[in-house]
């Protein structure tokens, strides 16, 4: 049974860089059946899929977000990094990391989520 | 991008009740469509996949229907601990894309 545990600053100045890293365990991290997702909910609002990295470092990102976002993968620690440039207060949310399944189409088990709050 | 819309945004119900709530998306996505709930504080849990199979440990009260553009998600006989707010997510294409939410009050 995977289970995820993130880490990471819960307070960003403005235009500064948030990183957040999801550590895994339970399972293999170095499978092609998930990618290793991010996805992001604002206060009181619904649910925004970040960006996906597969164990090799490959990359899928929203649209909206692709040219501040980054992210890595380190198999060593069964880690998985990411990196959003120049936050301002609308990047302020409840980052969540989670495995997708790349079969099924399903983002399950979810961790447990971090405030990130934007202000200086 | 696939949009995902969801009727009704918020609706009512009373323990015992049936409630229906709709998701609807921009293109055709097959059977590609999945279903969370999320209680206040907590991260989503996954409930339904590939429009229809329940995850394991779910409840039979739960159900999914759909394919195409059009589907459904249906909680007959409303337990105190199904008010939540529930969203619907395509897994056709990236982007991934979920829906707005519909959040289920106690009447």
């Known amino acids: 049974q995977l289970q995820l545990q993130m880490s990471g600053p819960g307070l960003v100045k403005p235009s500064e860089t948030l990183s957040l890293t999801c550590t895994v365990s339970?399972?293999?991290?170095?499978?092609?059946?998930?990618?290793w997702a991010w996805i992001r909910q604002p206060p009181g609002k619904g649910l925004e899929w970040v960006g996906s990295?597969?164990?090799?470092?490959?990359?899928n990102s929203s649209p909206s977000l692709k040219s501040r976002v980054a992210m890595s993968v380190d198999t060593s620690k069964n880690q998985f990094s990411l990196r959003l440039t120049s936050v301002t207060a609308a990047d302020t949310a409840v980052y969540y990391c989670?495995?997708?399944?790349?079969?099924?189409?399903?983002?399950?088990?979810w961790g447990q989520g971090t405030l990130v709050t934007v202000s200086s | 991008d696939i949009q995902m819309t969801q009727s009704p945004s918020a609706v009512s119900a009373s323990v015992g009740d049936r409630v229906t709530i709709t998701c609807r998306a921009s293109?055709?996505?097959?059977?590609?469509l999945v279903w969370y709930q999320q209680k206040p504080g907590e991260a989503p849990k996954l409930l339904i996949y590939?429009?229809?199979s329940l995850q394991s440990g779910v409840p039979s009260r739960f159900s999914g229907s759909g394919s195409g553009t059009d589907f459904t998600l249906t909680i007959t006989s409303l337990q105190p601990e199904d008010f939540a707010t529930y969203y619907c997510?395509?897994?056709?294409?990236?982007?991934?894309?979920f829906g707005q939410g519909t959040r289920l009050e106690i009447k």
């Open positions: 989670a495995p997708y399944s790349t079969s099924i189409g399903w983002f399950d088990p």
């Open positions: 339970g399972g293999s991290f170095s499978s092609n059946s998930y990618l």
């Open positions: 990295v597969s164990y090799s470092g490959n990359t």
């Open positions: 293109q055709g996505i097959k059977s590609l």
């Open positions: 590939g429009a229809s």
């Open positions: 997510q395509q897994a056709d294409s990236f982007p991934l894309t």
